[in-house]
């Protein structure tokens, strides 16, 4: 990957509804797409991933959607929960096994 | 975390001494990776191992030498550190992307203040 884009920058949502948080990237060749969950101190942590064959994956309440003609992909999460806010990050794996990243987004979960 | 250890974890520095990070893993990943992190760049790749003493650089390796000289340990050399070496410093590991595996585990991370 070339460039990834991420927005927002920050979000800021109350327990219970949903966020999104999108990343665009530049690379046609891309085919691998990670998102990452920080805490505060922790390394980023892999929460989920897709390939450029599938156009969404789910694991309970998070969700990526990827849409290879427009170069983005999309990460949900429904029923937010405060244990949910953290720095996300996504990743273009671009055509060999090196990740570019966004520059992160943090994520504010209030009760 | 994967079966990955940075050390040390936290460590000031004059300027111009020579720093070492190390990182260690326990998963006989083929590929390892150095990343920093800094506020308002995210993640940026340092260098990189595809194999023992088969290392190449990322976006950000001026100033910055690495080794790997058995597949659990990789090192991270900062020759004459400078206080833009401020960073918090990660290490990430990968199985070999020839199955299409690209996911990519980090360690805990290093604090490093440079003054």
């Known amino acids: 990957g070339e460039n990834v884009e991420q927005h927002p920058s920050t979000l800021s949502v109350q327990e219970g509804d949903s966020a999104v948080i999108k990343c665009t990237y530049s690379?046609?060749?891309?085919?691998?797409f990670p998102w990452y969950k920080q805490e505060l101190g922790k390394g980023p942590q892999l929460i989920i991933d897709?390939?450029?064959?599938?156009g969404e994956k789910k694991d309970q309440r998070i969700a990526v959607t990827l849409n290879k003609t427009a170069k983005h992909f999309s990460l949900h999460i429904t029923e937010t929960q405060p244990e949910d806010s953290a720095v996300y990050f996504c990743?273009?794996?671009?055509?060999?096994?090196?990740?570019?990243f966004g520059k992160g987004t943090l994520l504010t979960v209030n009760p | 975390d994967a079966g990955i250890t940075q050390s040390p974890r936290h460590k000031v520095t004059e300027t111009g001494t020579p720093v070492t990070l190390r990182c260690h893993q326990t998963?006989?990943?083929?590929?390892m990776y150095w990343y920093r992190q800094d506020p308002g760049h995210g993640l940026r790749l340092i260098h990189y191992?595809?194999?023992?003493?088969?290392?190449d650089k990322g976006e950000v390796s001026d100033g910055y030498s690495v080794s790997r000289s058995k597949t659990e340990d990789f090192l991270l050399t900062l020759e004459s550190a400078t206080s833009s070496q401020t960073s918090v410093y990660f290490c990430?590991?990968?199985?070999?992307?020839?199955?299409?595996?690209?996911?990519?585990?980090f360690g805990p991370g290093t604090r490093l203040t440079v003054t």
């Open positions: 990743a273009d794996g671009g055509s060999n096994y090196k990740l570019t």
């Open positions: 690379d046609s060749a891309s085919n691998y």
């Open positions: 990430a590991i990968s199985e070999s992307p020839g199955g299409g595996s690209y996911e990519q585990y």
């Open positions: 897709i390939r450029s064959n599938v």
């Open positions: 191992s595809y194999g023992v003493k088969d290392t």
């Open positions: 998963e006989n990943h083929r590929y």
